[in-house]
Structure formats: structure tokens, C-alpha cells
């Protein structure tokens, strides 16, 4: 069985910084790609930022460019998602994922960490 934990979250200032870690542990898998969802309260969950190690690509909701940075290990399956100039509408619960075939479909998803921006 495969378990992702995230860390990181908490409460921070509009215009603050946080950044999000998920490791991997359990049965040992090799992903294609990691990334991050979110979910706010009364709301679906929705994408925030992907990486996939084919390449190293990365992809951002258009909410969160400029302003979040996904990065990670692959070998450890291990993904970070640095949040600078956080707001008030970035709060929510925030999921980490693993897929192992694409970019698009996620296998393995973890707990989720709270992250809440106070105005």
C-alpha cells in the first residue's frame, strides 16, 4: 500500500509564504507525475500545480502562476509546492498526488494539510 503525507500546512498573513511537502512511503512505486489539488470549504476540489519527470514539466492553474512553485524528487517521490504572495482565496485543503501512467488521472492521493490566509 502506498501512503502520501503531506506537511507545511498552517495559518499565515495575506501576502505570506508557505511552503507544502509530500513524501511517499509504503510500497514501492515509480510515478510519472505528483501534484497538487485543493479544496475550499463549500467548493470541489480543483487543480493547483503538477510535475511530471518525464522532462521535468510543470503545470499551474492560472490562479496560482507567478505565485506558486511545484518542484520535487523524483527518486523519492517526493513533491514541494512553494506558495509566495498568498491571499485570502488560496485557502483551503490542500491534497498531494501521485499518478503512475499521466499527467491527467492520479492514483495515489494523501490526506490533505490545511492552509489558511488570513486578510
Known amino acids: 500500500q502506498v501512503q502520501l503525507v503531506e506537511s507545511g500546512g498552517g495559518l499565515v498573513q495575506a501576502g505570506g509564504s508557505l511552503r507544502l511537502s509530500c513524501a511517499a512511503s509504503g510500497r514501492t512505486f515509480s510515478s510519472y507525475a505528483m501534484g497538487w489539488f485543493r479544496q475550499a470549504p463549500g467548493k470541489g476540489r480543483e487543480f493547483v500545480a503538477a510535475i511530471s519527470w518525464s522532462g521535468g514539466s510543470t503545470y499551474y492553474a492560472d490562479s496560482v502562476k507567478g505565485r506558486f512553485t511545484i518542484s520535487g524528487d523524483n527518486a523519492k517521490n517526493t513533491v514541494y509546492l512553494q506558495m509566495n504572495s498568498l491571499k485570502p482565496e488560496d485557502t483551503a485543503v490542500y491534497y498531494c498526488?501521485?499518478?503512475?501512467?499521466?499527467?491527467?488521472?492520479?492514483?495515489?492521493w494523501g490526506q490533505g494539510t490545511q492552509v489558511t490566509v488570513s486578510s
Open positions: 498526488a501521485a499518478s503512475i501512467a499521466t499527467i491527467l488521472e492520479y492514483d495515489y
